[in-house]
């Protein structure tokens, strides 16, 4: 008996690591360092679980040819690549990898502390007023163009001054080709002096600082610069007031929604003083559109957006007061139409689900007849005009409703992406996301009958 007992057991086990076998998938990619052209050998490289609070679902090292593999259980769902090269950490590309992905390459830099060619774009300084403080936001462009291409580490990468009295609300980075993440930035003694401990890689990084100052309607500013800046700007409702400490040193620049002020080649010694007053908040802010969400991801969760640096930094997609988000300089052509056409698009999307749901219903519903006692019973004379009496049995689990169920999951997850990308407002998500939501759980309802 223990021997059969025991054979059972071998068999079984032997059944299920097959089957987990079966459902397994491999994950391969390649790791190159694009500073010297070459394979980056000897990496760690880790396999994070998105659905798990950014787990560790596993970890190895690149071989000789910068290659490694991850064995996954779980295939049908999204999995992000961390690669860590010279204390930097690098993720791939096109940001988190989804079902149905099993390969990705990465390219990661040699690291010093210090490299040359980091410059900074441009200094945008957004002002409007709120319940008696002055709301400001900054944003700071950096520009890695080193050659070869190398990451600036360590814990002082990019310092800036806030003024006096400043409280921090929230501070975002944005790595090249990323999206923004949350940060945090360390203050240098009582000066005003803070500074990133974020790797400033090759391309464009952006710094969002956000907070805000007492303001009874009148405030003096005196900016000061850790290093040499392209343009600085100073951003604000046109309801409020600019006056330059120098005359000379800004210019407008022409925006029809915003009193804007434009300062080039600034340096650490550039008098940039200058005094607002009055009240209002800016357009954008009143219309609700492009609000950043109140749950960013942490810094070091995946960043998957795309990089929009040209030039001097100044371009469509962080004009002033566009912070890190990508708002353009032309108006859609069809902007005023985006709602009703996006509600509508909701409207049909979850009415075409309803129908596909019901009709698969229908065509799979089982006919029960009479039991065999009671027409037995019936008359031979009466049976054949006795009406047929059916009932709808409860319906297995449909095919078609599976798909319907399989592609709403795919919508809610590209939709989640776009989000966390930035290409679609916060309220044109919780459009969508709503009509989605209902739409999954009415097909979930009905095939749970």
């Keep these: 008996m223990t021997s059969i007992l025991r054979k059972s057991i071998v068999f ?205 309607g009148q405030a003096n500013f005196s900016p000061k610069m850790t290093g040499n800046v392209q343009h600085f700007l100073v951003m604000m409702p046109k309801s409020m007031t600019f006056e330059p400490k120098n005359g000379a040193q800004f210019s407008p620049m022409n925006d029809p929604n915003a009193n ?36 960013q991801p942490q810094e070091g969760q995946p960043q998957t957006g795309g990089d929009t640096s040209q030039g001097s930094g100044m371009t469509a997609d962080n004009r002033p007061g566009g912070g890190l988000g990508p708002p353009t300089d032309a108006p859609d052509p069809l902007h005023s139409y985006r709602w009703p056409i996006l509600a509508g698009l909701s409207i049909v999307l979850f009415c075409g689900a309803v129908f596909v749901v019901n009709r698969s219903g229908q065509q799979n519903a089982e006919t029960v007849t009479l039991p065999a006692r009671a027409a037995s019973n019936v008359p031979v004379s009466q049976k054949a005009a006795a009406p047929v009496v059916s009932a709808v049995a409860p319906p297995q689990p449909l095919k078609k409703s599976a798909m319907l169920l399989e592609g709403l999951k795919d919508e809610l997850f590209e939709l989640e992406v776009e989000k966390q990308q930035g290409r679609i407002s916060d309220d044109e998500y919780q459009l969508a996301k709503s009509a989605l939501d209902q739409t999954l759980k009415r097909a979930l309802g009905r095939k749970s009958y």
Excluded: C, W
């Design 12 to 216: 079984l086990a032997a059944f299920l690591l097959i089957a987990a076998a079966a459902f397994a998938v491999n994950i391969t990619g390649t790791v190159k360092n694009a500073t010297t052209g070459k394979p980056s050998a000897g990496d760690n490289v880790d396999l994070l679980a998105l659905q798990q609070g950014m787990s560790v679902l596993a970890s190895t090292k690149t071989d000789s040819s910068g290659s490694f593999s991850f064995s996954v259980d779980d295939p049908n769902s999204p999995h992000l690549v961390r690669v860590t090269h010279d204390g930097v950490t690098y993720f791939p590309a096109g940001g988190p990898l989804r079902p149905g992905t099993t390969s990705t390459s990465i390219d990661v830099y040699e690291a010093g502390t210090r490299v040359e060619g980091v410059s900074t774009n441009v200094d945008i300084v957004r002002l409007q007023t709120d319940s008696g403080n002055l709301q400001v936001l900054e944003l700071f462009a950096l520009k890695n163009a080193s050659s070869p291409p190398r990451a600036l580490k360590g814990d002082k990468t990019f310092e800036f001054y806030l003024p006096e009295g400043a409280q921090i609300d929230q501070v975002l980075v944005q790595g090249p080709g990323g999206m923004p993440v949350n940060s945090s930035a360390a203050p240098e003694g009582k000066s005003g002096k803070y500074a990133f401990n974020y790797a400033i890689k090759p391309g464009e990084t952006r710094f969002e600082v956000a907070y805000h100052l007492p303001y009874s």
């Design 260 to 295: 804007v002020q434009v300062a080039t080649n600034v340096t650490a010694s550039s008098l940039l003083s200058f005094q607002v007053s009055g009240n209002g908040a800016l357009q954008d802010d009143q219309q609700g559109a492009g609000q950043s969400s109140a749950s």
